[in-house]
């Protein structure tokens, strides 16, 4: 499938409450090529994550998951994930700080206070029920992307904006 653009922050439709994927568009080839869209879009711009509103879709599915990256070099591998329809619990309030950026805001960086540890549920593309129980950054990613599809920018969650700068490779 082709790589999407990634739509930029000042784009309306990042702000908006997407839509969520009903039961009968499980499976559908619609959402089996959003899907490959996302991973392919993921990829091509070496994101470590990515939500259907950041290639225009406002929709509740997002993508996650690397065996290794280069720009977080000392976080453990997450597994690749689809999640449609997620929900977050937060399972340790404790606010751990830490630079976020995203493909929909460019190299600009922040730092942004995240639960220590979470639960997500959801389902894959194919209905099949995701439960998990997780902490540090893979919390920080699920909690990033779900934040999307609810129209949230990690901006929106930081408390100096005086971190925020350009990411220097």
Request: net charge negative.
């Amino acid at each position: 499938m082709p790589v999407q653009p990634v739509v930029r922050i000042g784009t309306p439709s990042l702000r908006e409450k997407s839509l969520p994927i009903e039961p009968n568009d499980f499976g559908s080839p619609w959402l089996l090529n959003l899907v490959q869209d996302l991973w392919d879009s993921k990829e091509h711009y070496g994101g470590v994550g990515i939500a259907a509103p950041q290639i225009g879709i406002n929709r509740r599915v997002v993508v996650f998951g690397f065996e290794q990256t280069e720009r977080y070099q000392n976080v453990d591998p997450i597994p690749f994930t689809v999640l449609c329809n997620p929900e977050i619990k937060i399972l340790d309030a404790t606010e751990i700080n830490a630079y976020e950026g995203c493909l929909s805001v460019g190299e600009l960086r922040g730092e942004v206070p995240r639960p220590k540890a979470i639960a997500y549920i959801g389902f894959d593309e194919h209905g099949q029920k995701i439960e998990r129980e997780v902490s540090d950054f893979h919390a920080r990613l699920v909690f990033h992307e779900v934040d999307h599809i609810d129209g949230i920018i990690f901006i929106d969650r930081m408390k100096n904006i005086r971190t925020l700068g350009y990411y220097q490779r």
